[in-house]
T-cell receptor, first 120, second 114 residues
Framework: GAVVSQHPSRVICKSGTSVKIECRSLDFQATTMFWYRQFPKQSLMLMATSNEGSKATYEQGVEKDKFLINHASLTLSTLTVTSAHPEDSSFYIC????????????????FGPGTRLTVL | AQKVTQAQTEISVVEKEDVTLDCVYETRDTTYYLFWYKQPPSGELVFLIRRNSFDEQNEISGRYSWNFQKSTSSFNFTITASQVVDSAVYFCALSGDSNYQLIWGAGTKLIIKP
């Protein structure tokens, strides 16, 4: 249980285009989803927290107009990188949290497999 | 403020050796959770363990074991009889009880040589 999928797993795009990344909780309803960015050989950096039906909360220094997050349902959140530039190239990871699992595991985030974005 | 320190940037051992990854945390919360995640070269984070602050019992799962000591604010992870497949980056993380955000350590890269 508690499987999170992320699509696409890898994307290469031209500078100036927008890229959408989907994060889905497959077998549970995620009340909260998180988006992280990870640079090579570094730890995860939280970009934003999104709750279903409400606006995402962005971390300091993360441009909300650049990284659009939509959490339209309890199983889907999307991150759109608008007008992507080479410096946006990174590994983007989503995670999902719920307090509704039958075997409630309290405060555990379940992670998607990540999306490697390369902007040329 | 909450903080997680993984002082070991990289560890390299020969297969079958035991290895311990250190994790030291700081928090003022009385209720908190500690985690270990494994990140193999593929990039996908694999959940290994969650421990809450009221449960100081050590845990063993196969070749993996965890030593939680509140007195030293440490949550160390030991792999016994390491294998090449254990090669990965391991992250220790902390979250409080009031929100679900994770505070991450810098990660320890573990290299197991055949």
């Amino acid at each position: 249980g508690a499987v999170v999928s992320q699509h696409p797993s890898r994307v290469i795009c031209k500078s100036g285009t927008s890229v959408k990344i989907e994060c889905r909780s497959l077998d549970f309803q995620a009340t909260t989803m998180f988006w992280y960015r990870q640079f090579p050989k570094q730890s995860l950096m939280l970009m934003a927290t999104s709750n279903e039906g409400s606006k995402a909360t962005y971390e300091q220094g993360v441009e909300k107009d650049k990284f659009l997050i939509n959490h339209a349902s309890l199983t889907l959140s999307t991150l759109t990188v608008t007008s992507a530039h080479p410096e946006d190239s990174s590994f983007y990871i989503c995670s999902a949290h719920t307090s509704r699992l039958a075997d409630y595991s309290g405060n555990t985030q379940y992670f998607g497999p990540g999306t490697r974005l390369t902007v040329l | 403020a909450q903080k997680v320190t993984q002082a070991q940037t990289e560890i390299s051992v020969v297969e079958k050796e035991d290895v311990t990854l250190d994790c030291v945390y700081e928090t003022r919360d009385t209720t908190y959770y500690l985690f270990w995640y494994k990140q193999p070269p593929s990039g996908e984070l694999v959940f290994l363990i969650r421990r809450n602050s009221f449960d100081e019992q050590n845990e063993i799962s196969g070749r993996y074991s965890w030593n939680f000591q509140k007195s030293t604010s440490s949550f160390n992870f030991t792999i016994t009889a390491s294998q090449v497949v254990d090669s990965a980056v391991y992250f220790c993380a902390l979250s409080g009880d009031s929100n679900y955000q994770l505070i991450w350590g810098a990660g320890t890269k573990l290299i197991i040589k055949p």
